[in-house]
């Protein structure tokens, strides 16, 4: 069974840093993109940062110059640094990723979520 295990989440005062990661595990052939999600109290999930297996980025336009997103393919792991934190990047992050469960149907992708880490920063 294919699970997705974030950690790295926590308080942090205004201007730190933190680095969240998610780990993949169980049987799979591959992974596609990875990204990081996060939901603030009230809102909707919003997109955070995306990559590809190939390493390219992509970054909502608020975190832009301040957060970083990396993989380790090898160890199945997405990386997101987070510097210069503000406290509206106070949210739960959830790690999302696209599993290709069969490589003989490697064009059948399979999206999972991780249960998410806290992230709140204090002014």
């Known amino acids: 069974q294919v699970q997705l295990v974030e950690s790295g989440g926590g308080l942090m005062q205004a201007g730190g840093s933190l680095k969240l990661s998610c780990a993949g595990s169980g049987t799979f052939f591959s992974i596609n993109g990875m990204g990081w999600y996060r939901q603030a109290p009230g809102k909707q999930r919003e997109l955070v940062a995306y990559?590809?297996?190939?390493?390219?980025?992509n970054y909502a336009d608020p975190v832009k110059g301040r957060f970083t997103i990396s993989r380790d393919n090898a160890k199945n792991t997405v990386y997101l640094q987070m510097n210069k934190l503000k406290p509206e990047d106070t949210a739960v992050y959830y790690c999302?990723?696209?599993?290709?469960?069969?490589?003989?149907?490697?064009?059948?992708?399979?999206?999972?979520w991780g249960r998410g880490t806290q992230v709140t920063v204090s002014s």
């Open positions: 990559i590809t297996s190939g390493g390219s980025t």
């Open positions: 999302n990723a696209e599993f290709i469960i069969d490589g003989s149907r490697w064009w059948v992708p399979s999206d999972y």
